[in-house]
């Protein structure tokens, strides 16, 4: 019998404003999806090149829907190329990137294609390879964790 005590994991709601620390971003609203098996960051100007004979990364990131505010640049390692179907069925051959995300405090390292997500609801969706570090998440709830600063929100809400 599986034990499902939830005494070593973490109770997160089914949307989650969470961190992205090597690439500081301190706020991006995130969708958990146990469908998913990869987590994906929506990734602008993606470009890729080599550096000491290894694959790399150079991308923006667009943190607030509708906004190009608060936007940054990260490089990083391309730990790998998959093929993804996305929820609609189609196929597309993404870069996979190893990025550190903190959801409710606990910063988990997570496998994240690269995608174009202008027009997802969310700039990121956490995968279930993510979730299974320890979080479970309660469909009916939303925001656990807290929501960025209103100030924030309101000041980047429908930028372009």
């Known amino acids: 019998m599986t034990d499902v005590s939830t005494h070593s994991n973490t ?7 969470v961190r992205l620390p090597q690439a500081e971003v301190e706020w991006i609203k995130a969708k958990l999806d146990t469908g998913a098996r990869s987590s994906a960051l929506h990734a602008f100007d993606v470009e890729e090149f080599e550096r000491d004979g290894a694959d ?8 607030w829907q509708n906004s190009d505010a608060d936007a940054t ?3 990083t390692p391309v730990h790998d190329r998959r093929v993804v179907r996305s929820s609609t069925g189609h196929t ?3 870069l ?14 997570a496998e994240v294609t690269l995608t174009n997500r202008d027009e997802m609801g969310f700039r990121m969706l956490i995968g279930r390879e993510a979730l299974r570090t320890g ?17 924030i929100r309101r000041r ?5």
């Open 11 to 17: 109770i997160a709601g089914w949307r989650e404003w």
């Open 56 to 63: 790399w990364v150079r991308f923006g990131i667009h943190p």
């Open 73 to 75: 640049a990260i490089e």
């Open 92 to 94: 597309q051959e993404r």
């Open 96 to 109: 996979v990137v190893l990025m550190d995300v903190v959801l409710l405090g606990r910063e988990v390292t």
């Open 135 to 151: 979080f479970l998440v309660d469909a009916g709830r939303s925001f656990l964790g807290g929501r960025a600063p209103r100030a």
């Open 156 to 160: 980047n809400r429908g930028r372009e």
